[in-house]
C-alpha cells in the first residue's frame, strides 16, 4: 500500500494513511505569514549544515553543494515569482525582511501563491532546496527539529527588529534635540491636570520626551542582550541526537552562546515578549506626545502650526487642517500594546515545551515590528519641520498667574513659612482675578496690605525669567540647569551614534 501522503509530500506522513482535511490544512498552515522569516530561515539552515559536517553528517563536497543551494533558495524563489508578477526589481533587493516595504510584501505574497504546498518556511526551503540540489536536500534536516529553528528564526527576527528601531529612534531623538536646540530660551506653560502649571522651557518640555526614549532605548538595547542566545541544536524538546557543536551555529549567526536548556529554547518565546512590551512601551510615549501635539495645534491652544506636508483636509470642511499624522499614531499605540498582550496571553499556561499555539505568536511579533517601523519612518521628518508660534506661547507662559510659585518662593527666601507664603499669594492672585491683572500688575501698596514682607524687589523675583530660573536643581528648568541637560543630551546621542 503507498503513502497517501506521498501526493503532498509533509515532512511528518510516515505515520498517516488518511490526507489532511483540505480546510483544515490551508487553516493551520503558517507559511502565508512566516514566509517573511525566509533569509533567516536560510541562514539558520547553512549554520546548521556547518554543524552537521562538522559532525561527519555530510562530506565536504555535500556541505559545498547545500551551500550553493541556500545561496539559491532565494534567487530562485524571487525568479519564480518574477514571473507571476513582475517583480523585476527584486531580484536585486534582497532586503527580504525589511519590515513594512510594500513591495517586498508583494514578492512574498507571489511566493505563497505559487506554493500552495508549503505548509511552513521550512518545508518550503526544503522543498526549494530539493529542486536545485535533489535528494541531498533532505539530509539538511539531519539532527534539527522544526520547533528550534523556527525558535531560531524567530530570534533573528526580532534581532533584527530590534537593531531597526534602534536605529530609527536615534533619529527620532536627534530631531527632538535639534528641534529643542533651535526652540532656544522660548517658554511655554507646563500642565498638570491639564490647567496651566509653572513655565518650562520648551527645551525642557522636548527632553522630557528625549529621556523617556532613552529608556525605551536601553530597554531594547537590554532585551537584545538577553535574547542573544543560539537554540539550534535544542531538538523537538530533549535536545539534538547528535553530538554536535552547538557552538559552531550560534558563532555562525552571531549569537553569544547557544541556549543553556533544550526544553526552555523550543518552547520560551520572552524574547519576543520582551520586545513587543518594550515596544509598547516606545509606542504609549509615542502616543502621548502625539496627543500633546495634536491639543497644541487646536485653535485653542494655537502652539504651533500643523506642517501641511504631514496634514490632510477635510473633503466636506473647506477651512479644516487635520492632524492625521499625531491621530494615527496615537492609534497605532493601540496596536501595539495589543501585540504584546496577544503574545503574553498565547504563552500563559502553555505546558513545556513546544506547542502549536506558539505559531500564533508570530503574527503579533511581525505587526509590532512593522506598526514601530512605520511609525518611526515619518515621525523624524514630522518632528524636524514642527514650527511653534513661539508669541502665542510665551503668552500662555506669562498670563494666568503661572509664576504664583515663584511668587509664593519670594516670600519664603524672607523668612516666611512657605504654608503662610501660599496663603498670602492666593490672596494676592484672588486679588488679580476680582481686578483683572496679573501678580506683577498689582501695586506695592494692594501687596503690602497683603503681607507687609513684600518689596520692590518682588516684580524682579516674578518676572519669566526668573519664575524659569528658581528652579535651579539638577533636572529643573532653570535655564543654566537646562541648558546643561540639552548638552548632555546631545553628547549622549553622540555616543550612542
Ligand atoms: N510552523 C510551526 C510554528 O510556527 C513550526 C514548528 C512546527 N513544529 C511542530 N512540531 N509542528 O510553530
Not at 19 to 30: G, I, V
Not at 393 to 404: D, E, Q, V
Amino acid at each position: 500500500m503507498t503513502n497517501i501522503n506521498q501526493q503532498s509530500a509533509k515532512m511528518w506522513s510516515g505515520r498517516f494513511r488518511e490526507p489532511l482535511d483540505a480546510t483544515f490544512e490551508s487553516w493551520q498552515r503558517s507559511f502565508p505569514f512566516d514566509v517573511r522569516l525566509l533569509s533567516h530561515e536560510i541562514a539558520a539552515s547553512k549554520a546548521h549544515a556547518e554543524t552537521i559536517a562538522a559532525a561527519g553528517i555530510l562530506v565536504s563536497d555535500e556541505l559545498k553543494q547545500m551551500l550553493y543551494g541556500l545561496d539559491r533558495v532565494i534567487p530562485l524563489s524571487l525568479e519564480e515569482s518574477a514571473k507571476l508578477t513582475n517583480l523585476d526589481a527584486l531580484r536585486d533587493a534582497h532586503k527580504l525582511n525589511s519590515p513594512g516595504v510594500g513591495f517586498v510584501i508583494s514578492a512574498y505574497s507571489s511566493i505563497v501563491a505559487l506554493n500552495p504546498q508549503a505548509e511552513d518556511i521550512h518545508h518550503f526551503v526544503e522543498l526549494q532546496l530539493t529542486k536545485i540540489i535533489g535528494d541531498l536536500a533532505l539530509k539538511l534536516h539531519t539532527g534539527r527539529s522544526r520547533n528550534e529553528q523556527i525558535a531560531t528564526d524567530m530570534r533573528l527576527f526580532v534581532r533584527e527588529a530590534i537593531d531597526n528601531t534602534l536605529a530609527s529612534l536615534t533619529a527620532w531623538r536627534k530631531a527632538l534635540i535639534d528641534l529643542a536646540e533651535s526652540a532656544g530660551e522660548a517658554t511655554m506653560p507646563s500642565y498638570t491636570h491639564l490647567q496651566r502649571a509653572e513655565p518650562v522651557l520648551i527645551v525642557h518640555w522636548l527632553l522630557a520626551y528625549v529621556t523617556m526614549i532613552e529608556r525605551d532605548a536601553s530597554r531594547l538595547t537590554d532585551a537584545r542582550k538577553r535574547m542573544n542566545l543560539c537554540p539550534l541544536g535544542s531538538g523537538a524538546v530533549a535536545g539534538a541526537t547528535l553530538a554536535l557543536d552547538r557552538n559552531l551555529a550560534a558563532r555562525a549567526l552571531n549569537f553569544d552562546a547557544p541556549t543553556p536548556n533544550s526544553m526552555d529554547a523550543t518552547s520560551d518565546r520572552d524574547f519576543a515578549l520582551d520586545f513587543t512590551q518594550a515596544i509598547a512601551t516606545l509606542g504609549i510615549h509615542i502616543s502621548r506626545f502625539a496627543e500633546e501635539l495634536t491639543l497644541y495645534s487646536t485653535a485653542e491652544f494655537g502652539f504651533l502650526d500643523l506642517p501641511e506636508r504631514f496634514s490632510t483636509g477635510s473633503s466636506a470642511m473647506p477651512q479644516k487642517k487635520n492632524p492625521d499624522l499625531t491621530e494615527l499614531i496615537r492609534g497605532k499605540s493601540g496596536r501595539l500594546l495589543g501585540a504584546a498582550t496577544t503574545l503574553a496571553t498565547l504563552i500563559k499556561g502553555l505546558p513545556l515545551a513546544y506547542n502549536k499555539d506558539l505559531q500564533e505568536g508570530q503574527e503579533p511579533v511581525f505587526d509590532a515590528a512593522d506598526t514601530i517601523a512605520g511609525i518611526l519612518s515619518v515621525l523624524p521628518a514630522f518632528t524636524a519641520s514642527l514650527k511653534f508660534r513661539f508669541d502665542t506661547m510665551k503668552t500662555a507662559a506669562h498670563s494666568g498667574y503661572l509664576n504664583a510659585m515663584a511668587a509664593a518662593t519670594y516670600l519664603t527666601d524672607k523668612g516666611i513659612p512657605f504654608r503662610k507664603a501660599h496663603e498670602h499669594i492666593g490672596n494676592a492672585v484672588r486679588l488679580g482675578l476680582e481686578t483683572q491683572r496679573e501678580l506683577q500688575q498689582l501695586t506695592l501698596e494692594e501687596l503690602r496690605a497683603i503681607c507687609p514682607q513684600f518689596g520692590e524687589d518682588f516684580f524682579s523675583a516674578i518676572t519669566l525669567e526668573a519664575t524659569l530660573d528658581c528652579h535651579d536643581v539638577i533636572g529643573g528648568t532653570a535655564r543654566p540647569r537646562v541648558k546643561t541637560a540639552l548638552d548632555e543630551a546631545k553628547s549622549r546621542l553622540t555616543e550612542h551614534a
